[in-house]
Nanobody, 117 residues
Framework: QVQLVESGGGLVQPGGSLRLSCAAS????????VAWFRQAPGKEREAVSCISSSSTSYADSVKGRFTISRDNAKNTVYLQMESLKPEDTAVYYC????????????WGQGTQVTVSS
């Protein structure tokens, strides 16, 4: 019954934009830190961004291009991705915890982001 569902991925050209959504049901997201991770083929899962009640954090590889935010009315956390690069291609997942960076949680299906010309 408690779920996180990622959506918003797709195919975009280099330099393009996408907004990913992490929608919660069964609990209030605003009480938790929420992080985005990604995993590209042949690579380990990588922390991308995290938002808590007091701060946001970003991996160096996405800093200045990605923005994480909350919409508490919609019980959703977003990852706005700008100036996308081919190396951003991955499956993106969200997870929650008490503080940034949460770890050890389960992973859903994720949402595929493909950056290609």
């Amino acid at each position: 019954q408690v779920q996180l569902v990622e959506s918003g991925g797709g195919l975009v050209q280099p330099g393009g934009s996408l907004r990913l959504s992490c929608a919660a049901s069964g609990f209030r997201l605003n009480y938790y830190a929420v992080a985005w991770f990604r995993q590209a083929p042949g690579k380990e899962r990588e922390a991308v961004s995290c938002i808590s009640s007091s701060s946001t954090s970003y991996a160096d590889s996405v800093k200045g291009r990605f923005t994480i935010s909350r919409d508490n009315a919609k019980n959703t956390v977003y990852l706005q991705m700008e100036s996308l690069k081919p190396e951003d291609t991955a499956v993106y997942y969200c997870t929650t915890g008490v503080v940034c960076w949460p770890s050890g949680g389960s992973w859903g299906q994720g949402t595929q982001v493909t950056v290609s010309s």
